[in-house]
């Protein structure tokens, strides 16, 4: 069967006359939390740390002004780039097809959409095929971007980008560091965490005034846990709420039999408890007979 021709989004002439800078740089904007990459050489690295393996479908989120996306689409994938900046819209839709022709020789292989990445329904895109995400993403958004990967993970099996420094070692944190927490156990429940290297602020157009960090996320073969995983995320982002207390303290609104909190993991703090012990602990609350 011939694949679906996928519908395109704001691709192509988007009111030019609004915005004077078609042909020069845009300019970031700190409420969109915008700050541009501008070494050639980090963004080789981004973009080839996504593998495409059993898949070629792309999402690129906040391009700016293409940095990555030139080097994304000098591999062999589908990409579409979304931002919800309509300078950044505007300049790859009219210079950055100028100035990368030789690399845009086949039109359909990028789709460049103003939408924002959060609200936006990705099955309108997609339908059931799988993709990637990557991308420098903003700083502001960054953990609600991991949250909504989540959500999709059925049909995400890798994900990769820059992040703050603090929140991509987070997310790739062990048990028992202080910085280990909601994040780290919700990703790590299903994907495979890598921090591949740490980014200078200098290489940002405006420097930000933190380190960055690269990660690349690789989901795990087996997608479903052998527990309640509604009750999962509830039980694990309970417990951070109140990352000081035990796990007897901290998950009091469950209303648990004294017999199971007589168990020794509710001695424990939730920094110390690894995925797999908190799948132990749903399954013992979802059992208990209260």
């Known amino acids: ?15 030019p ?13 700190k409420h969109l939390g915008q700050h541009f990459l501008k070494d050639e050489s980090v963004a080789k690295k981004i973009a080839e740390t996504l593998s495409l393996d059993d898949y070629k479908n792309v999402l690129e989120i906040g391009p700016g002004m293409g940095v ?6 000098q591999r062999d994938l589908d990409l579409v780039a979304m931002d919800l900046d309509e300078e950044s819209i505007v300049y790859l839709n009219h210079s950055f097809p100028l100035e990368h022709a030789s690399i845009l020789k086949n039109k359909d292989r990028l789709n460049i959409i103003e939408a924002d990445f959060l609200k936006f329904d990705l ?11 990557t991308g ?13 990967m989540l959500e999709m993970r059925q049909q995400i099996p890798e994900f ?18 202080k910085t280990y927490g909601i994040l780290s156990v919700l990703v790590q429940a299903y994907y495979d965490a890598e921090y591949l290297f740490t980014v200078p602020p200098g290489v940002f157009d405006p420097p930000p005034k933190v380190d960055s960090g690269v990660l690349r996320l690789t989901r795990k073969k087996e997608l479903n846990l052998p527990c ?11 417990a951070f709420n109140q990352r000081r207390k035990t796990i007897r303290n901290s998950l009091k609104i469950f209303n648990l039999s004294d017999n199971l909190k007589e168990n020794t993991i509710f001695d424990q703090r939730p920094e110390q408890l690894s995925v797999a012990d ?9 059992n208990d007979p209260v």
Not at 1 to 15: D, Q
Not at 136 to 148: A, E, L, R
Not at 230 to 237: A, E, I, S
């Open 228 to 238: 309640d995983e509604r009750l999962f995320f509830k039980v694990v982002k309970t």
């Open 68 to 73: 990555l996306t030139k080097y994304l689409l």
């Open 123 to 133: 099955k309108q895109l997609y339908g059931e095929e799988q993709f990637a995400i």
């Open 160 to 177: 990769s980008g820059m992040f703050q420094k603090e929140v991509a070692k987070r997310i790739c944190e062990a048990p028992g560091s």
């Open 136 to 148: 420098n993403f903003p700083y502001n958004i960054s953990s609600q971007i991991v949250f909504k």
């Open 278 to 286: 908190f799948i132990t602990l749903t399954q013992k609350i979802a």
């Open 17 to 29: 006359q609004k915005n004077e800078q078609i042909d020069g740089a845009v300019k970031a904007k």
């Open 1 to 15: 069967m011939p694949k679906k021709k996928r519908k395109k989004y704001n691709n192509g002439n988007r009111h």
